[in-house]
């Protein structure tokens, strides 16, 4: 498409929002190309953009186009998953609530069923429900923890996982069908309510996932623990206090500034609970209780930030590395101390998430198992093992702040998360210890694992450009040396194919193909690039081990450096 004639096309739309036309001839010329000169992307990981009018932004009319290609996709299956329907939950962000009905009203044009919940929820609640009622698929109206200008749209499959690339392409085609999305028809709420086509989900649902969040209990001796916790504007508060207080934790003390949904997430710049600013006011809280665990969830709840005292007495944040790590230790040193760890058990962690989970699990006779990027890739390995009944899954996790516990959700639940995470703690203040020097005792048996990401925004056209640049530099000429160390293998998971540069030898990689590119160094160390699939960004992932942390810290250090240098180099050429 030209920009110009879709621009065109939208701005003569005689039914045109008023609220988009106004934007459109408020638009600079700049704005009016990047949110023109596109179709918003549907993939695997749903779709999300810039609120806007446009076909590259966030809108009623963007709704109503992916939901009648989901709608035609449920179609082509037959009468049975219409009957079934689709559930729909959003979170607190811009037009959620909207958006959610909009698809509702979409579906229903369709004679499509759909299970709407009565007020924000959490994602994880989402794909429990769409398991639990036996939905055909789900919707989940989110842009996570993106800024307050983004929103967003998941589809969940029948197992509650997020679409598989070949079911996701199915949509895509549907879409590019759609010769003007402006045009497409909607089904009133009342007329919906009349033919019994929509359905509201009150808090019924809540308790029985919350019961299955209780099962997941280890340790129940919790009642001394101190928590702050902040749903930073988001869902999380609609469960994760309740969920912390079934499991016998006394001591809860909301952020009362971020408890209240809030779109524009007033109180802080990004609702990320990986950046250190989300935890400002939670530290501040935490510093007047005396508490011993600060816990944060992004909007639609499915991230979770933790910060816990040093040994100086500050609170500090933990990596998702870190907290995962902590988690999986926790959990494989109780189940095996209760007889609760079959021979077939398994873990499931991501490419670029810490290697530390793959040496605690081997020590408890427990199989690492690596996957994409992207959590709908570890709960399609749960769906096969379940199926196969080959492994038993006990815990997976991606260094993004993603957890899973108990796999009645598919896909990373941070409510689940903060209720293991808490029960760790208690078990070791029990002990005298905190979560931190919990993790200092992991490092002085395991070995400094250390990790960091680093990423570039490149927004609009400009930027996507440079994304692909900078990704095809390190693919067409891949360095042989980072930092004094050799590259000794490259993991290329776009070809498929992993090359040990010292000795020639090619692999195959058991993994669907994907845009990373992933090095090791002849010292262990390695780093990934790989472009965001949600976010006009490139990340860089890094990893060490040394036998002392501040070598390990150096070591990082040295190798960020070189290849951001590197990096920099190219996007000025």
């Keep these: 498409m030209t920009w110009n004639n879709e621009w065109n096309k939208w701005i003569n739309h005689n039914e045109l929002q008023s609220e988009l036309k106004k934007q459109m001839n408020d638009m600079a010329e700049r704005e009016r190309e990047d949110a023109f000169y596109k179709q918003l992307e549907f993939g695997t990981g749903g779709m999300r953009g810039e609120l806007g009018a446009g076909p590259n932004r966030m809108n009623i009319y963007s709704i109503r186009k992916v939901t009648t290609g989901l709608a035609k996709y449920i179609e082509r299956n037959g009468i049975e998953p219409k009957r079934r329907g689709v559930v729909i939950a959003y979170d607190s962000r811009h037009q959620s609530s909207e958006f959610a009905l909009e698809a509702a009203k979409t579906l229903g044009v369709h004679d499509i069923k759909t299970y709407v919940f009565q007020e924000l929820r959490p994602t994880p609640e989402l794909s429990f ?17 993106n800024p307050a200008e983004y929103n967003g749209y998941k589809v969940y499959g029948e197992d509650g996982v997020q679409l598989p690339p070949a079911a996701a392409d199915v949509i895509v085609t549907y879409m590019n069908e759609i010769e003007n999305e402006l045009l497409l028809e909607v089904k009133e709420e009342r007329e919906l309510m009349k033919q019994s086509l929509i359905s509201y989900i009150g808090e019924n649902l809540d308790q029985v996932y919350l019961d299955y969040v209780k099962g997941l209990q280890l340790n129940k001796d919790t009642a001394n623990l101190h928590i702050v916790y902040t749903s930073l504007h988001g869902t999380g508060q609609t469960l994760a206090p309740r969920a912390l207080q079934n499991a016998g934790f006394q001591h809860i003390t909301i952020v009362d500034e ?66 995962g790590t902590l988690l999986l230790h926790y959990m494989l040193s109780h189940k095996k101390e209760k ?82 995470i808490a029960e760790a703690a208690a078990y070791y203040k029990q002990q005298g210890m905190t979560l931190y020097n919990g993790l200092t005792q992991l490092y002085q048996t395991y070995g400094y694992y250390k990790e960091s990401l680093i990423s570039f925004i490149l927004k609009g056209k400009d930027g996507a450009e440079q994304i692909s640049h900078i990704v095809n530099r390190f693919r067409e000429n891949p360095p042989i040396e980072i930092a004094g160390a050799a590259v000794e293998k490259i993991e290329d998971y776009q070809s498929g194919e992993r090359i040990n540069l010292l000795t020639a030898q090619r692999e195959t990689i058991d993994l669907p193909f994907s845009n990373v590119i992933k090095f090791w160094l002849k010292d262990g160390s390695w780093f990934a690039v790989r472009p965001s699939g949600t976010e006009p960004k490139v990340k860089f992932y890094f990893g060490v081990k040394q036998v002392t942390e501040n070598r390990s810290e150096k070591r990082l250090q040295e190798i960020q450096e070189n290849v951001m240098s590197a990096v920099e180099n190219m996007i000025c050429t």
Excluded: C
Aim: net charge negative; aromatic share 10%; no cysteine.
């Design 339 to 420: 007889g609760l760890l079959p021979d077939n058990s398994v873990m499931l962690k991501t490419i670029v998430t810490s290697e530390l989970g793959r040496v605690i699990a081997e020590d408890y006779g427990v199989q690492t198992i690596d996957t994409l990027t992207g959590f709908k890739y570890i709960a399609e390995k749960i769906e096969e093992y379940n199926q196969e009944e080959t492994k038993t899954f006990q815990f997976g996790y991606e260094e993004s702040y993603g957890y899973l516990i108990g796999d009645f959700v598919r896909d990373k639940d941070a409510v689940q998360a903060a209720v293991m």
């Design 129 to 145: 429900a769409v398991r639990y009622l036996r939905a055909y698929a789900g919707i989940m109206i989110t842009a996570s923890h």
């Design 258 to 323: 971020q408890r209240n949904p809030d779109p524009n997430f007033s109180t802080v710049s990004s609702p990320n609970p990986e950046e250190a600013q989300a935890f400002q006011l939670a530290i501040r809280y935490g510093k007047e209780t005396g508490a011993d665990l600060l816990l944060a969830t992004d909007p639609d709840a499915d991230r979770l930030g933790v910060a816990v005292k040093n040994n100086s007495g500050d609170y500090v944040l933990l990596t998702g590395n870190q907290t």
